[in-house]
């Protein structure tokens, strides 16, 4: 396998490498799901294309609350099937499909009733140990333990003394979503698929009820393609019945979106050696350890608003700093909150009205011939649901087609991460960067990381941080643009990297300098790098404005008053 790279040239040529000689699969969607079905795809010797409308990862999937795991609640629930799937997904992404982008993460489950919740909750933390272990993927993680509440205080000195009798600690699992994404289309690229960014559907093509492709927009450089697919997949998450309206079918199921928010703030802020998961009225609230900071969430109310740009209020905000400051001796401020972002679960509408009550669990439909639908389900069965959705496609195709392989095929970085883990200190020595630095680049991009590091040989001033958000390289920001897909800074700051939720500032002390490294593989000139900037500026100055607003609607309209540097 080649190590396929997403440029600017590479796009251009994928869009008419896909417009040249009918696909048998065309994926609509490049979030996790899309993405994981067209490497399923490919992987099956299926010709593929995939396009996305705006960047990859750039809906849902890059505004989880980044845990790779089974969902305790679920249990709590009776939905064992739905845990089982899940932490065998877990284990098979921790040890073989990604191993240097999934890492262990240490969870505290405070106790507050003495007795009876020890045994509750021990029950429940055995038995997910237990199905972890079943099925054949869970070595690698401990296994749960139970402290008493001094042993809990010294692992968690942030608690407060009142808030706890005890504690159970038990391991999950988190990655960074967006950058996942990235890389399951960079595999999907090596392995031959045809991948567009910024390329959005605006029609589908019909011979009698059949689908047989659609009528690609190319956004960046202008101009239609048609595209001619044997079948197609409609996996676009939230915007699933939109998709479907442009068919004029309603589909066999309906997609509703709940809105979650999390908050970012310093490492220092709270003092604790392991994340935190804490019970609410309505859900779970965790707190999560991501590198110099901790991310709190999540929220989960209805949202019936722009889904693009989901907007967190002044009340949802409140709502998580006044949950976590439940348990917290030092209370977080709003001053404490460095970032904030807001994401939509797709989630299958049923008879509930509450939209936590709604499944998590995924469908796959054939609503007309040609056409493949996808939804529901949660980031951790992403593989899952992407076989499912080709199984489906394979009925249309005919011809006999391979088995699902996904399970035995690792992304791109995984292969060596380990060794190349194990010799960090002296990669450190050989090109002079720090061995933490190393270890940064390591696990965002595993085996890839020399590819960075060429890019340093090649020219030394990439090896400096940025100034502004010093956890970075240069060097990250190129790469962003000639092997990641970049194509604009919101996508380097909020998803290639994560300046954007990292920095007190959001990200606009460093735009220039991003904007003027991306110039130099993007061919920007100085008044579309002041365009850049300014597009940057205001997106963040009306998300700021956003989180004052004291309820969704008001919160959307302002979010609104910035719009898109690429309107879509």
């Not at 808030?163 to 031959?192: F, K, S």
């Not at 101009?223 to 589909?251: C, K």
């Amino acid at each position: 396998m080649r190590t396929a790279t997403l440029g600017p040239e590479q796009r251009v040529r994928a869009l008419a490498q896909m417009s040249e000689r009918e696909l048998d699969v065309l994926v609509v969607g490049g979030g996790i799901v899309g993405a994981g079905t067209a490497l399923d795809a490919v992987t099956r010797g299926l010709s593929t294309g995939l396009v996305e409308a705006n960047d990859w990862a750039s809906g849902t999937s890059s505004r989880s609350s980044k845990l790779i795991h089974g969902g305790l609640r679920y249990l709590e629930m009776l939905d064992f099937a739905l845990v089982r799937e899940a932490l065998k997904e877990r284990g098979l992404l921790l040890q073989r499909i990604a191993p240097h982008l999934v890492k262990p993460v240490p969870f505290l489950y405070p106790l507050q009733h003495k007795g009876w919740e020890r045994l509750y909750a021990g029950s429940g933390v055995a038995m997910y140990d237990i199905m972890s272990l079943s099925s054949g993927h869970g070595r690698g993680l401990p296994t749960h333990r139970h402290l008493s509440r001094r042993h809990a205080l010294r692992v968690a000195p942030a608690l407060r003394k009142d808030a706890l009798v005890g504690a159970l600690q038990y391991y999950d699992a988190q990655m960074d979503d967006a950058r996942y994404v990235a890389t399951v289309v960079r595999t999907a690229a090596a392995y031959g698929a045809h991948t567009a960014n910024r390329a959005r559907i605006v029609g589908f093509l019909r011979e009698g009820e059949r689908v047989v492709g659609a009528r690609v927009r190319d956004l960046e450089q202008g101009g239609e393609y048609e595209v001619r697919a044997r079948q197609v997949v409609n996996s676009t998450g939230v915007w699933t019945d939109d998709t479907q309206g442009l068919i004029a079918e309603r589909g066999q199921f309906h997609v509703k979106a709940s809105k979650g928010i999390h908050l970012v703030v310093p490492k220092d802020r709270i003092h604790s050696t392991t994340g935190l998961i804490l019970r609410t009225e309505k859900s779970v609230l965790f707190v999560i350890p991501w590198g110099r900071h901790w991310i709190i969430g999540t929220t989960d109310t209805g949202w019936d608003l722009d889904k693009r740009h989901p907007a967190a209020s002044s009340a949802d905000i409140d709502y998580l700093l006044d949950h976590v400051n439940s348990v917290l001796a030092v209370p977080l401020t709003r001053n404490d909150v460095e970032g904030v972002y807001a994401g939509l679960r797709p989630l299958l509408a049923g008879e509930s009205e509450a939209t936590s009550k709604l499944s998590r669990e995924h469908t796959v439909a054939h609503p007309v011939p040609g056409m493949v639908v996808v939804a529901g389900g949660k980031y951790t069965t992403y593989r899952v649901m992407a076989k499912d959705a080709v199984d489906e496609a394979v009925h249309g195709l005919d011809r006999r087609v391979a088995d699902c392989v996904t399970e035995e095929v690792p992304l791109v970085g995984a292969e060596g991460y380990h060794a190349l883990w194990n010799a960090r200190a002296s990669i450190a020595a050989r090109t002079g960067l720090h061995v933490a630095r190393v270890e940064h680049l390591l696990n965002r991009y595993g085996t890839l990381t020399e590819e960075l590091l060429e890019l340093v040989t090649d020219d030394p001033k990439l090896g400096e941080p940025l100034p502004a958000a010093d956890d970075y390289l240069k060097a990250e920001i190129v790469y962003a643009c000639t092997n990641e897909g970049a194509r604009h800074i919101d996508d380097v700051l909020t998803r290639r990297t994560r300046i954007s939720i990292e920095t007190f500032d959001r990200g606009t002390r460093s735009a220039r300098e991003v904007a003027e490294l991306m110039a130099t593989v993007l061919g920007w000139d100085a008044d579309q790098i002041d365009r850049e900037v300014e597009h940057y500026e205001k997106r963040i100055e009306a998300e700021r404005e956003s989180q004052l607003q004291p309820d969704d609607l008001t919160a959307d309209a302002a979010r609104l008053g910035a719009p898109d540097i690429a309107p879509v």
